[in-house]
Nanobody, 121 residues
Framework: QVQLVESGGGVVQAGGSLRLSCVTSGRTFAGYAMGWFRQAPGKKREFVAAIDWNGGMTNYATSVKGRFTISRDNPKNTMYLQMNSLKPEDTALYYC??????????????WGQGTQVTVSS
């Protein structure tokens, strides 16, 4: 059973920073691409960032490029999302996801429960 647990969300003022973490259970992390998605109230879930199995390739949504950084630590089964220069429009429930392959060229297979990020103006 694959379990993904996010943490690090909270309330921050515009311009501030947060770092989200996603811990994945067991031997289900290394070897798979991972990603972050988010869903704001009344909106569809959207892609934020993805990273391949060893961190060699990353991809970002245009709206977060240059402000967010995705990374991973395979020995710790953990993925991160460093979020800087946060804006009120970044307010959403942030989900961690695991893909079914080394690269992020398919839809994710497993999802976490989400961690709330609220950016006040």
């Amino acid at each position: 059973q694959v379990q993904l647990v996010e943490s690090g969300g909270g309330v921050v003022q515009a311009g501030g920073s947060l770092r989200l973490s996603c811990v994945t259970s067991g031997r289900t992390f290394a070897g798979y691409a991972m990603g972050w998605f988010r869903q704001a109230p009344g909106k569809k879930r959207e892609f934020v960032a993805a990273i391949d199995w060893n961190g060699g390739m990353t991809n970002y949504a245009t709206s977060v490029k240059g402000r967010f950084t995705i990374s991973r630590d395979n020995p710790k089964n953990t993925m991160y999302l460093q979020m800087n220069s946060l804006k009120p429009e970044d307010t959403a429930l942030y989900y961690c996801a695991r893909y079914s392959d080394m690269y992020y060229n398919t839809d994710p297979t497993y999802w976490g429960q989400g961690t709330q990020v609220t950016v006040s103006s």
